[in-house]
């Protein structure tokens, strides 16, 4: 083993002494350990002593000349789960005369914080190849220490999101060449390896309508530095078929803020845009068939309004709408469209008429068809309008017979009354009341139907 050599000391006439030197040189070392706030220590093998300098001290969180100068004291001082590791590469460097290179985590004795050391030493032997002393240098790198784990997380974190991520992640240069993607897109293209889409660009996967439009969204956002944000692009492929996906773009920039390439994510919507295509053409065939219906509706509508009366008999036959014995009033509103209700004024003679009043369950075109059924039954039935009770047992029994065969309940009722103008009676089907109605026929007599 070689001896430690001095540093070499050069003299002139302008150099002084070499003491002065050694002196000069010895404050310049001192200076820029002292910038660099690193810690020395000398550790002599033979009494088994360490010598540190008040760097030192501070490093491990002693004042200054506390340290008591044993080995051991240094090993405590280190955290328990550096202590075994660092003791046992120190005594390698030791054995084998070779320089130490580590970092070590420390506990301060006045306030339990760790710090993170990095020390550097080697090793002295004599002549006879036997160590006597290790020299060395340490220093905080807690600061540098956190930075790398800060960054490390970051790119784990990362890599999870590449390699997971279904959705396309892709980095681009100011070519527009792809310099990094995920595996989501990578997959997309039937490839393994990420690395293979590497200096490709959107002509190379794409076909041209597709890619073409690709490249002017980046070029002007290399120009403005505006991003696109979800929007909807239509993917042509080389052959021919199409796919869609919401996608972002944004401008890629480096540390000092200048624009330098873009990165974007996709997400395939595809089947969206397929069900939206569908939905569409389902509202549209939908709203032909509500406009048909409305159009039926309202046919329906008018029939209805035909079926009720717009005109009321007098009585007697020549007699003016003041001089009618009888006068005739309604108001009729369906809650919808059209209704299951309706009425007829149904003069018999000259002395005497019928009020018809049916309603069906419920409401719409269903209610209204049986309306109409009942009502083309009323005028099969005409021979016996002169007895309600007869009137409307045939009326039930044609009825049911007609709706027999349908689907659901329905229930209908219907009240008729038989006036004998002549007589002076009314009659309904539970039972003949005879009035003496003198005055239907002295004065007019008002039929309210509602």
């Known amino acids: 083993m070689n001896e430690p050599q001095q540093p070499p000391i050069a003299t002139s006439e302008h150099s002084g002494t070499g003491n002065e030197e050694l002196s000069r040189r010895n404050d310049q070392l001192s200076l820029a ?7 020395t220590w ?3 093998l033979i009494d088994h002593s360490m010598h540190w300098d008040e760097r030192m001290h501070a ?27 660092a003791a046992t590469e120190f005594a390698q460097a030791v054995e084998r005369c070779a320089e130490y290179d580590g970092e070590f985590c420390v506990v301060w004795p006045t306030d339990g914080s760790v710090h993170r050391l990095r020390a550097r030493s ?32 970051e790119r784990f974190l990362l890599k999870m999101l590449m390699d997971n991520l279904p959705d396309s992640i892709y980095f681009k240069d100011g070519e527009s060449r792809f310099i990094a993607v ?15 889409l590497l200096g490709k660009t959107d002509a190379d996967l794409f076909a041209p309508e597709h890619a073409q439009a690709a490249l002017r969204d980046e070029l002007e956002i290399l120009r403005t530095g505006q991003p696109l944000v979800n929007i909807e692009e239509k993917e042509t492929w080389p052959d021919g078929h ?39 053409a389902l509202a549209k065939e939908l709203r032909e068939k509500n406009e048909a219906l409305e159009q039926d509706l309202e046919m329906a509508r008018e029939l209805q309004q035909a079926m009720l009366p717009h005109h009321y008999p007098r009585f007697r036959y020549h007699a003016s709408k ?30 005497s008429v019928g009020v018809f009043i049916c309603d069906v369950m419920g409401h719409g075109v269903r209610a209204a068809l049986v309306a109409s059924t009942v009502s083309a039954l009323v005028g099969q039935l005409r021979d016996y309008l002169g007895d309600p009770g007869e009137l409307l047992s045939r009326l039930n029994r044609a009825l ?15 009240f008729y009354l038989f006036a004998d103008l002549e007589k002076g009676e009314l009659a309904t089907p539970m039972r003949d009341i005879p009035i003496l109605c003198a005055s239907i026929i002295r004065e007019t007599a008002l039929i309210h139907i509602l």
């Not at 350990?33 to 810690?39: D, F, K, N, V």
């Not at 002295?124 to 490390?152: F, H, T």
């Not at 995920?182 to 293979?196: H, I, Q």
């Not at 395939?268 to 845009?273: A, P």
Request: glycine share 8%; proline share 5%; hydrophobic share 35%.
């Open 242 to 280: 199409e796919t869609w996906v919401s996608t972002s773009k944004l401008p890629l920039r480096d540390p000092n803020g200048n624009i330098i390439g873009t990165f974007g994510l996709s997400r395939d919507i595809t089947e969206k845009k397929r069900a939206e295509g569908k939905l569409a």
């Open 42 to 44: 000398d550790w002599d």
């Open 182 to 196: 995920n595996r989501g897109m990578a997959a997309l293209f039937g490839l393994e390896d990420p690395r293979d």
């Open 400 to 414: 049911r017979s007609t709706l027999e065969y349908s689907e659901g309940p329905i229930f209908a009722s219907a």
């Open 33 to 39: 350990l002292s910038s660099a706030r690193m810690g």
């Open 59 to 85: 490093l491990f969180g002693l004042p200054p000349s506390t340290f008591s100068g044993r080995y051991e004291q240094f090993l405590e001082m280190i955290h328990a789960e550096n202590r075994q590791k």
């Open 322 to 351: 003041e001089e009618s014995a009888v006068r005739f009033y309604h108001f009729y509103q369906p809650s919808m469209s059209v209704s299951g209700d309706f009425f007829e004024v149904l003069k018999l003679s000259d002395t």
């Open 122 to 153: 080697k090793v002295y032997c004599d002549k006879l190849g036997k160590p006597i002393r290790v020299i060395g240098v340490s220093w905080d790198v807690s600061e540098r220490s956190q930075m790398e784990n800060a960054l490390a997380r």
